[in-house]
């Protein structure tokens, strides 16, 4: 079973940082896209970033643009997301998931996804 395991998620203040994790398990993450998303309340889930099994990155979110980054260990099976000067808007769960080699182009969809892990930002 290929399963996508997030944490990091925390309550942290505006302007502080959270580092996400996203685990693969059943699998190994070297030859996926691992992308992260976020849902807030009331809101549809968007796309942040992803990278790519070649580590190519892509930002889908203006808003995250210089604050997040997105990075991969592959020895330890882990995409990681890096969330600085964080803002109460924010405030989501956040998901990983996954898609074969590409964050775009030539792949399919993200047919993998984690349970999410909750950040909340307090202004």
């Known amino acids: 079973q290929l399963l996508l395991v997030e944490s990091g998620g925390n309550l942290v203040q505006a302007g502080g940082s959270l580092r996400l994790s996203c685990e693969a398990s059943?699998?190994?993450?070297?030859?996926?896209?691992i992308g992260w998303f976020r849902r807030a309340p009331g809101k549809e889930r968007e796309a942040l970033l992803c990278?790519?099994?070649?580590?190519?990155?892509?930002d889908y979110k203006d808003s995250v643009k210089g604050r997040f980054t997105i990075s991969r260990d592959n020895a330890k099976n882990t995409v990681y997301l890096q969330m600085n000067g964080l803002k109460p808007e924010d405030t989501a769960v956040y998901y990983c998931a996954g898609r074969e080699n590409y964050c775009s182009g030539r792949t399919g969809p993200y047919d993998y996804w984690g349970q999410g892990t909750q950040v909340t930002v307090t202004s």
């Open positions: 990278i790519s099994s070649g580590d190519v990155r892509v």
């Open positions: 059943g699998f190994t993450l070297d030859s996926y896209a």
